[in-house]
C-alpha cells in the first residue's frame, strides 16, 4: 500500500494535448503528477487565445476521433460528454479548386457517391474500392497497431506481414491513384497526409485511413473551440490530485547514472521526480533537454538530417459583420498540386501559388465572437526554417498574398470588416513551441521514421524517460497524439508497481 511518501512522482515537460493525457492517464495509474509548460496557458500547439472579444484556437480545430477522447475520460473514470460538449459537422469541409468548381465532403456515402459522380461518373466504383481498403488500413494501422509501443526491431518485423497486406510502401497519393483516374478526386482524396504534417506523395499510405475515420465516426467541433478540450483536461488532473504549472520553462530534464531524475527549471529551480515523460518536440528532447550529449541513437547528427514536417504560416482575424457563405471548414487548392507540395517539402522555396485551409468556427459556435461577427484563421502550409526564408520580413507580404487569394476566391472585399488580427509564422514554432526547424508537426511520417523508426515511447537513451506527441508513436493529429499517451499504459508500470521494483 503506497503512503503519501512513497507515492511515485511524474513530470510532465509540455502541456500539450499529448503531455496532458498522459498526466490524467498516469494519475489514473497511481502517481503524482506535475505538468510544466513555459508559455502562459497550457495546450502546446492547441493553445487558445483572446483578442477584442474573439476566441482563436491556434492550432487544431478538427476531432475525427471522438472515441479516443471518451475512452481517456473513462480511463480516468469520467464522461467526457459531462465536460465538453462536441458537434457533428456535415458537411465535413468544402474544397475548392482554382477553377471554381467544389468538391464537399460528407458522411452520407450516397451523397459522398453522388459527388464523385458529378465530378467523374467513371470514378465512382474506384472510389468506394479506395474507401474499402482505408477501412482496411483503419483496422490493421490504427486499431491494431496504433496503441502498442515499438520498443525493440523484433516488435516492427512483427508487423512486416501486416505492412505487405497494406502496402504501406506506396504513398497515399499513389494508392488514391490507383483507384481514381480523375486529377481533381486524386486531390480530394489524397490531401488528408497535410492534416499531420506529411506530404501526400511521400507519406505512407497507411495515412488513407483518415478518409474511413471521417466516414465512420464523423468530423466534429467542441463547442467552446479546442480550447474547450485543454481546459477540461486540465481540470480533470486538477481533480486527481495533480499540478499544471505554467510559465515554467524546463531548460534541462536531469539525469543520473543514465537515468531521469526530474527537471531543471530556467529560473534554477530543480523539481525532482521518479520519472519523466517529455512531451516537447522529440528532437527538441534530445539536442537540448539532456545534457551530456551522451545520446547513442538520436544524435544531433541524425536529426539534423531526418527528414522533419512542414511548418505553417496561420492568420487569425475577427470581423464586424459573419460571411454566412463560408463553411466552417474550407480548403482552397491552388492552380498546382504536386508543384507546389516539393516546393513545400522538397525544394525548401515559398512559392508565388498557395493552398489554404481556412477556418470559420462561427459558423457552428457564435460564443466564439461578440454578435453579428465571425472568427476566421487562414492556414498556408510552408517550408519549415531549413528553407532559410527571413519571416521577420517575409510575413506582412505573404499574409498580404493571402488576404489577395481569400478576396479572388471566397470571400471578396472581406479586408475592409477586419476588426483585430494576428500571424502566426514558423519563427514561433520555432522559438515558441521550440519545434525543431520550426517544423509544426516533429518527424515527417515517410514509413522510414513510423513505428520503430520513430523515437520511441520510452526513451533508448535515458532510463525512466518516455516520450509523447507528434514526434513520437504514432504520430501527429488529434488521434494520433493522445494515442501516443496511451502507448504508456504499456510501458510505465502502475505506480505500486514500479514504487516496489525501485524501494
Not at 480516468?76 to 459531462?82: E, I, K, L, M, T
Not at 492534416?195 to 507519406?203: D, E
Request: proline share 5%.
Amino acid at each position: 500500500m503506497l503512503t503519501v511518501n512513497t507515492i511515485p512522482h511524474a513530470i510532465i515537460v509540455g502541456a500539450g494535448l499529448g503531455g496532458l493525457a498522459a498526466a490524467i492517464r498516469l494519475g489514473a495509474r497511481g502517481y503524482r503528477v506535475t505538468v510544466l509548460d513555459r508559455l502562459a496557458v497550457p495546450g502546446g500547439r492547441a493553445t487558445v487565445f483572446t483578442q477584442d472579444g474573439f476566441t482563436f484556437d491556434a492550432g487544431p480545430t478538427i476531432i475525427t476521433a471522438p472515441f479516443v477522447l471518451e475512452e481517456l475520460w473513462q480511463f480516468a473514470g469520467r464522461n467526457f460528454s459531462d465536460d465538453v460538449k462536441l458537434k457533428a459537422l456535415d458537411p465535413f469541409y468544402v474544397i475548392r479548386f482554382d477553377d471554381g468548381d467544389t468538391f464537399t465532403n460528407r458522411i452520407d456515402p450516397t451523397l459522398m457517391r453522388q459527388e464523385v459522380a458529378r465530378i467523374s461518373p467513371t470514378d465512382v466504383a474506384g472510389y468506394e474500392n479506395f474507401m474499402h481498403e482505408s477501412e482496411a488500413i483503419y483496422k490493421i494501422g490504427f486499431e491494431q497497431l496504433g496503441h502498442i509501443p515499438f520498443q525493440s526491431i523484433g516488435s516492427m518485423a512483427a508487423i512486416v506481414p501486416d505492412l505487405l497486406k497494406l502496402k504501406a510502401w506506396k504513398s497515399v497519393h499513389a494508392h488514391v491513384a490507383s483507384h481514381v483516374r480523375h486529377p481533381k478526386l486524386r486531390m480530394a482524396l489524397s490531401f488528408h497526409p497535410l492534416f499531420v504534417g506529411g506530404n501526400p506523395f511521400r507519406a505512407t499510405c497507411v495515412y488513407s485511413m483518415i478518409a474511413y475515420l471521417e466516414r465512420q465516426f464523423g468530423v466534429h467541433c467542441a463547442i467552446g473551440g479546442t480550447g474547450a478540450i485543454v481546459q477540461s483536461m486540465v481540470k480533470l488532473i486538477e481533480s486527481q490530485g495533480g499540478s499544471v504549472l505554467c510559465n515554467s520553462d524546463v531548460a534541462e530534464i536531469t539525469t543520473s547514472q543514465g537515468r531521469a531524475t526530474g527537471a531543471r527549471l530556467a529560473s534554477g529551480e530543480i523539481i525532482k521526480s521518479d520519472i519523466v515523460v517529455s512531451n516537447a518536440c522529440a528532437a527538441h528532447t534530445y539536442t537540448n533537454l539532456i545534457a551530456g550529449g551522451a545520446q547513442k541513437r538520436w544524435t544531433k547528427r541524425k536529426l539534423a538530417r531526418a527528414r522533419h514536417s512542414m511548418s505553417l504560416f496561420v492568420w487569425y482575424f475577427g470581423t464586424d459583420k459573419k460571411f454566412e457563405t463560408v463553411p466552417h471548414h474550407a480548403i482552397l487548392m491552388g492552380p498546382r498540386y504536386r508543384g507546389l507540395i516539393d516546393d513545400i517539402f522538397e525544394n525548401k522555396s515559398l512559392a508565388e501559388d498557395m493552398s489554404l485551409y481556412l477556418h470559420r468556427p462561427t459558423a457552428s459556435d457564435v460564443t466564439l465572437a461578440p454578435a453579428g461577427c465571425d472568427c476566421f484563421y487562414v492556414l498556408s502550409p510552408v517550408p519549415n526554417q531549413d528553407s532559410g526564408i527571413d519571416w521577420t520580413n517575409m510575413a506582412e507580404p505573404y499574409r498580404q498574398r493571402i488576404a489577395k487569394r481569400l478576396d479572388e476566391t471566397i470571400m471578396p472585399g472581406f479586408e475592409k470588416h477586419i476588426l483585430t488580427q494576428r500571424v502566426m509564422t514558423p519563427l514561433n514554432f520555432e522559438h515558441d513551441l521550440l519545434s525543431y526547424k520550426g517544423a509544426a508537426f516533429g518527424l515527417e511520417p515517410v514509413l522510414t521514421q513510423s513505428a520503430w523508426f520513430r523515437p520511441h515511447n520510452r526513451s533508448e537513451e535515458v532510463e525512466n524517460l518516455f516520450l509523447v506527441g507528434a514526434s513520437t508513436h504514432p504520430g501527429a493529429g488529434v488521434p494520433g497524439v493522445l494515442s501516443t499517451a496511451r502507448v504508456l499504459d504499456l510501458v510505465v508500470p502502475p505506480a505500486e508497481a514500479f514504487a516496489n521494483a525501485n524501494s
